[in-house]
Nanobody, 124 residues
Framework: QPVESGGASVQAGGSLNLSCTFS????????RAWFRQAPGKGREGISC????????SYQDSVKGRFIISRDDARNMVYLEMNSLKAEDTAMYYC???????????????????WGPGTQVTVSS
C-alpha cells in the first residue's frame, strides 16, 4: 500500500509539502493521485498526475494553490500545498488511478488499498 507523510498543523496561509511512496506497489504506467477526507465528509480526489507526460488535473477547490509532481525513478508522488485554508483540513491519501492520462472523472478509477494517510490541520 502507499505510505503518505508530511502532514502537520499549520496556520491559514501557510504551506506544506506532502510525500507519498509507492514502494511495493506496482502501479505500472498508471496515473497517481491525491485524495482527501475532511471530518464528516466523504473521500474526494483533488489532484492527479499522468505517467510520463506529466499531465495534471486539479479540483477547483485546490487549483492554483496545490502542485502535484512525481518521481517515477523513486516511485514517489508529491503534493505542494500553498495558501492553505481551514477547509483544507483533512486526512490526505495517495493512490494509483487506473488511467494513463488524468482526464474525465479520473477519481472513479482508484485502484488498490488506501494507505494510512497523513493529517493536515489548518487553523484560521
Amino acid at each position: 500500500q502507499p505510505v503518505e507523510s508530511g502532514g502537520a498543523s499549520v496556520q491559514a496561509g501557510g504551506s506544506l509539502n506532502l510525500s507519498c511512496t509507492f514502494s511495493g506497489v506496482n502501479g505500472g504506467d498508471f496515473a497517481r493521485a491525491w485524495f482527501r477526507q475532511a471530518p464528516g465528509k466523504g473521500r474526494e480526489g483533488i489532484s492527479c498526475i499522468s505517467f510520463s507526460v506529466g499531465k495534471t488535473s486539479y479540483q477547483d477547490s485546490v487549483k492554483g494553490r496545490f502542485i502535484i509532481s512525481r518521481d517515477d525513478a523513486r516511485n514517489m508522488v508529491y503534493l505542494e500545498m500553498n495558501s492553505l485554508k481551514a477547509e483544507d483540513t483533512a486526512m490526505y491519501y495517495c493512490v494509483v488511478v487506473t488511467r494513463i492520462v488524468c482526464s474525465g472523472s479520473w477519481w472513479d478509477f482508484r485502484a488498490g488499498a488506501w494507505g494510512p494517510g497523513t493529517q493536515v490541520t489548518v487553523s484560521s
